[in-house]
């Protein structure tokens, strides 16, 4: 539990809100931030890998304009479109989406 509340706290400490990609990212948050801001110019976007830096599970939080009016599941399978080659390769994926 201990391990967890540390893990978390790592992952909200690397909250990236802007539309360059943060030096500090790992190749393969990088990769996931560039892909997402080409396809759904977000104006907020967080990306982490939450799988202890084996790139197999990744946490999302993006908010674009292109959400607006649309369901959060159709915000979710507009990201699951875009990561469709990605997520190929992930055990799991932890997204929120939001027009805001």
């Known amino acids: 539990m201990l391990l967890s509340r540390f893990a978390r706290s790592s992952i909200i400490s690397r909250a990236f809100y802007s539309t360059e990609a943060p030096a500090s990212l ?20 967080q990306v982490a890998d939450v799988s202890g830096g084996c790139g197999s599970m ?26 469709k080659e990605e997520i190929k390769g992930m055990h799991g994926l932890q997204l929120k989406t939001s027009a805001k």
């Open 26 to 45: 790992s190749t393969g948050e990088k990769h996931i931030y560039q892909k997402l801001t080409e396809a759904l110019s977000p104006h907020k976007l």
């Open 58 to 83: 990744y946490a999302i939080d993006i908010a674009a304009k292109k959400f607006e009016g649309t369901s959060i599941v159709k915000q979710h399978r507009m990201v699951n479109e875009v990561l």
